[in-house]
């Protein structure tokens, strides 16, 4: 059969892991509440610590505390949102996810190679990769808060070597389900709870916890652990690098973003000047082929980037990029196919703007 759609859209979300699925299937069947007291409720409460269990031991969090919540926006907003009210401000640069800049004062210095420099690690928040660009950064000791999402089950990482106060997690970034999240932290650091009631998840975030998403989460985690210990995103890092091996044979001076600084093994972004990432991304979605101008987060704004703009590209630039993030599952075979239909739109392009 005759394959219709390709999906290389995977720094938005992943598909969820086979794994995930059947964890989630078996936590259907628990019926009780982890906060009751009952052998219904106690295994539910069984279910979520295991599963808590599994992302800390992913996570490389062992001692911290993981409180889970509907996502990584949320776990920003429980981390950041107190140090706001308390006008301690944190700093943070342009190239953050909004989640992150929009409780910041998003004055830090971006260079071309999209680094950033921070000269307040404990007033400072910074990601470990950029969802665009996939660039990674070198975060310094003593870090307010480290945005772990992009990261997080694709390269070597744990929290007990980062050297940060508190991280922030997705689950359906590393092929767990939509939803559900973390905040990490330091043991012996509190939060201010924003979500008030019951008390739940050791009084950070009170409401019924999301057992069944959680579930796929600690799954998701174990699994995505195993596979980076396997070598796999050495494979995946090999077939990006071969994609942009066939575009670069063909255009003359490709711009790829953050390709001569350390990125995620995933992610190619790529700027046409002139051409409109939003246009690509339509022409290729009527190809058949799922990839994206930017941040799905910032769907639907038709406007240059912030994270390229930040890094000194000009609002036609920023404006013209697109970005492509693959997985396991993606083949070579895949993104060979992707080449010829991107070329065969690029040439079209060219005639239309000669």
Not at 169 to 176: E, N, R
Not at 260 to 265: I, K, Q, S
Request: glycine share 12%; charged share 25%; with cysteine.
């Amino acid at each position: 059969m005759t394959k219709t759609r390709t999906y290389l859209d995977w720094n938005a979300t992943a598909p969820l892991c086979q794994a995930a699925r059947e964890a989630m299937l078996a936590a259907m069947d628990v019926v009780g509440n982890p906060s009751s007291v009952h052998g219904e409720g106690r295994a539910a409460k069984a279910l979520m610590e295991r599963a808590r269990a599994q992302v800390s031991e992913a996570f490389g969090a062992q001692g911290a505390d993981i409180v889970f919540t509907s996502g990584a926006t949320e776990a920003a907003a429980l981390a950041l949102s107190g140090r706001e009210r308390g006008g301690r401000g944190i700093h943070c640069a342009e190239v953050e996810h909004e989640a992150v800049s929009s409780w910041c004062d998003a004055d830090l210095p971006v260079d071309r190679g999209g680094r950033v420099t921070v000269t307040k690690p404990q007033a400072s928040a910074q990601q470990v990769a950029n969802s665009e660009t996939g660039i990674i950064q070198d975060l310094p000791e003593g870090l307010a808060v480290c945005d772990a999402t992009q990261g997080f089950g694709k390269m070597p990482l744990a929290f007990n070597w980062l050297g940060c106060d508190m991280a922030l997690v997705s689950a359906h970034k590393l092929g767990g389900p939509k939803g559900v999240g973390a905040l990490v932290l330091k043991q012996g650091l509190d939060v201010e709870a924003g979500i008030k009631g019951g008390g739940q998840e050791m009084g950070r975030r009170s409401g019924t916890e999301n057992l069944i998403g959680i579930a796929g989460f600690g799954a998701a985690a174990e699994a995505a652990a195993k596979a980076l210990a396997d070598g796999v995103w050495e494979e995946v890092a090999e077939k990006r690098d071969h994609l942009e091996a066939l575009i670069a044979n063909e255009v003359e001076d490709p711009i790829f973003v953050g390709k001569d600084v350390a990125r995620l093994p995933n992610t190619m972004s790529l700027i046409t000047p002139g051409w409109k990432g939003e246009t690509q991304v339509m022409q290729m979605d009527l190809a058949g082929f799922a990839v994206s101008a930017g941040s799905a987060c910032s769907s639907g704004k038709v406007k240059a980037s912030k994270v390229l703009t930040a890094m000194g590209y000009t609002e036609e630039e920023a404006a013209s990029a697109l970005r492509v993030s693959i997985g396991p599952e993606v083949s070579k075979e895949d993104l060979e196919r992707f080449a010829t239909a991107w070329l065969a739109a690029y040439g079209r392009w060219r005639k239309r703007a000669a």
